[in-house]
């Protein structure tokens, strides 16, 4: 069994600053695209940046140029540190990723972790 675990939301003012972290543990091939996606209360769930594992990076336009994901091979993580955050950050904050296995056979599915909060206010 394959799982992420997120850490490093919490409660932030209008401009400061958080990071985000999320490691894959349990027994796995390898780990392929890492995400992160994340769900405002009412919206849909949507992605905010995703690297894959040469390190091309995407992110949504809502954060470029504040969020910045980074990964970890060595030690199966990803990253996401968010700066000059608005209120409108505000969301249950989910790592995603691409889990390879080979045994008993090859399969590549999608895991998730189970969201982290950040709320960013005055």
């Known amino acids: 069994q394959v799982q992420l675990v997120e850490s490093g939301g919490g409660l932030v003012q209008p401009g400061g600053s958080l990071r985000l972290s999320c490691a894959a543990s349990g027994s796995f091939w390898a780990i392929s695209a890492m995400n992160w996606y994340r769900q405002a209360p009412g919206k849909e769930r949507e992605l905010v940046a995703g690297?894959?594992?040469?390190?091309?990076?995407n992110y949504a336009d809502s954060v470029k140029g504040r969020f910045t994901i980074s990964r970890d091979n060595a030690k199966d993580a990803v990253y996401l540190q968010m700066n000059y955050l608005r209120p409108e950050d505000t969301a249950v904050y989910y790592c995603?990723?691409?889990?390879?296995?080979?045994?008993?056979?090859?399969?590549?599915?999608?895991?998730w972790g189970q969201g982290t909060l950040v709320t960013v206010s005055s």
């Open positions: 690297i894959t594992t040469e390190g091309t990076i």
């Open positions: 995603n990723a691409g889990v390879i296995t080979t045994t008993p056979r090859y399969e590549h599915f999608q895991v």
